[in-house]
């Protein structure tokens, strides 16, 4: 046996030639259809920004060199700004205007002890978190006992009551949270 014997392919059948022709078609098809669809996105995703562009009031691209601003005005003056607008303390850049002072955001605790009002919210939605936790496993845990084939009898029991399950599983939090 010769190397040009073990490098040859084997012939193919007349069916294998068939099936072997039908794929190349496949994938030319394929190609052409990827390239296509590539072209499409290109050419929707160019319409889009160019469209967005000229009717936006700010024109992008003439703004595009200014794009840095936005995070040199996020840096604070000094390395101290964060702490004291976290914990409401007075600033040495105060001014008398409510850019530095916020007396409407404030949760008093007493006459003269408050909290900012975040501190507050961040609570608030700590406690609503553990709540519906809490309310989700308790129902979820009661609900599987009805829902299990091998304890309830019943199959609409079971039926129903693991299509409702279904239901609120796949809803999301946000729909219920408006409710």
């Known amino acids: 046996m010769s190397a040009t014997d073990v490098c040859r392919a084997p012939a193919l059948s007349p069916e294998g030639a068939t ?3 039908h794929w190349r078609d496949l994938a030319a098809r394929r190609r052409l259809y990827t390239i296509g ?3 499409f996105l290109f050419l929707a995703l160019s319409g889009s920004l160019w469209f967005a562009n000229e009717t936006n009031a700010g024109k992008f691209f003439d703004r595009l060199p200014h794009v ?6 996020l840096k ?3 390395w101290f700004d964060p702490a004291r607008a ?3 303390l007075p600033s040495p850049y105060d001014d008398g205007s409510l850019k530095f002072d916020y007396p409407e955001g404030r949760v008093y605790l007493t006459q003269g002890i408050y909290i900012p009002e975040y501190f507050h919210r961040m609570i608030e939605t ?3 978190a553990l709540f519906s936790t809490l309310v989700g496993a308790t ?3 009661l609900l599987c006992f009805f829902a299990a084939g091998n304890i309830t009898a019943s199959r609409w ?3 129903f009551t693991r299509r409702f399950l279904e239901i609120v599983r796949a809803f999301p939090e946000i729909v219920i949270a408006g409710f």
Do not use: Y
């Open 139 to 141: 129902l979820g845990f």
């Open 126 to 128: 700590l406690n609503i």
């Open 37 to 39: 669809g590539l072209v």
């Open 86 to 88: 976290l914990f409401d």
């Open 19 to 21: 099936v072997e022709r």
């Open 76 to 78: 604070p003056r000094d």
């Open 68 to 73: 840095a601003d936005f995070f040199a005005e």
């Open 157 to 159: 029991l079971r039926f």
